[in-house]
């Protein structure tokens, strides 16, 4: 079996669309701008390059869009005053603060100071219950775009066997909290294997999902697979550079061999990464909705 290719960047257009019209929507019928703050403290390449991404995506789909750039020498007050002034500007449905934030800063209490109405992250302790208990407002973007990869490829998810490799809180705990979930596009058997997990393949070889967030390249071998498997590779592995100094990417599952055995797979990149941003955008819609009284 060759795997069909689920395409990130192809789903992502498609949402993008959707929330385009309606953006567009919300505006005619309701003078309602859904807002969007992004904070970058410092200058890591790589929070630039997301941040980037965010406000280049806001400003297309027609979401208004502020962006704070912070030096790094910057103070815990001094951020905190921030993150209070956009909690209380009505202009604003979203707040996101990129991590991670320079090692003198409390990250924690800078995250729990976000109002959770505000939280499109889904971070906040509130909506991480929230999430636990199946009554999510939001629901985290990289699983939240997890959930729509699978759902929108046709792929069956109510009493699937799936298994997820990695416990973070922004990948692997919110992934198998959503598809435990007695609701349409859920409903699975989920089981979470970790670096304390004895037999990490004995439970990968019963995957009908295999869901792979293990920070590590090549942690999926095609041996450690059953025929049929869906893959998603959540991993983003920087392994070198082109002559042009362009990085190269590869995810944490073996594409080249799994791919022979699996009956889907999501590339990196052009998998799951561009669904991230995608639900970002999402999120903060349904807050400007939410806040408006529309949802
Ligand atoms: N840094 C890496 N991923 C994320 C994310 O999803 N949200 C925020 N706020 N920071 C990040």
Redesign the pocket.
Known sequence: MTAQIISGTEIAKQIREELAREITKLKEKHNLVPGLATVLVGENP??QV?VGQKEKTSLALGIYSERHDIPVETTQPHLMALVDKLNNDPKIHGI?????LPKHLNETEV?YAINPKKDV?G?HPVNVGKLMIGEPDYL???PHGIQQLLVRSGVEISGAEVVVLGRSN?VGKPIANILLQKKEGANATVTICHTGTRDISFHTRRADILIVAAGRPKAVTSDMVKEGVVVIDVGVNRIGKTPEGKAILTGDVDFETVKEKASAITPVPGGVGPM?ITM?MTNTVRSAKLAAGLV
Do not use: G, K
């Not at 996101?96 to 991670?100: D, T």
């Open positions: 790589a929070s997301y996101l603060v990129q991590l991670p995250l992250d971070f985290p973007c990289t922004i991230t970002l």
